[in-house]
């Protein structure tokens, strides 16, 4: 059976040497760039929704304040 790889400094930095080798570093740069946009893209979309749920429960309270109210009026008169 084949020794696990055990990732400690000199694996991770042999890694990056190879990957450097193989890619270059526009390469390696633009994969960075990429995933970055993800990232953010992601983290906008979902504030995105935290938005659209506020505007809906914001709709639901002041539905629900008006029946409350509706209700005051209807059991006073």
Same mark, same amino acid.
């Given at each position: 059976?084949?020794?696990?790889?055990? #990732?400690?400094?000199?694996?991770?930095?042999?890694?990056?040497?190879?990957?450097?080798?193989?890619?270059?570093?526009?390469?390696i740069a633009?994969?960075? +760039?990429?995933?970055?946009? #993800?990232?953010?893209?992601?983290?906008?979309?979902? #504030?995105?929704?935290?938005?659209? +749920?506020?505007?809906?429960?914001? +709709?639901?309270? +002041?539905?629900?304040? #008006?029946?409350?109210?509706?209700?005051?009026?209807?059991?006073?008169?």
């Amino acid at each position: 059976m084949a020794p696990l790889l055990i #990732a400690n400094e000199m694996t991770i930095i042999i890694i990056v040497f190879l990957a450097l080798i193989l890619f270059g570093g526009s390469r390696i740069a633009g994969v960075g +760039k990429g995933a970055g946009r #993800a990232i953010r893209e992601f983290k906008e979309e979902t #504030a995105g929704l935290d938005k659209v +749920k506020d505007k809906q429960a914001e +709709k639901d309270i +002041k539905a629900v304040e #008006a029946d409350v109210v509706k209700d005051q009026n209807t059991t006073t008169e």
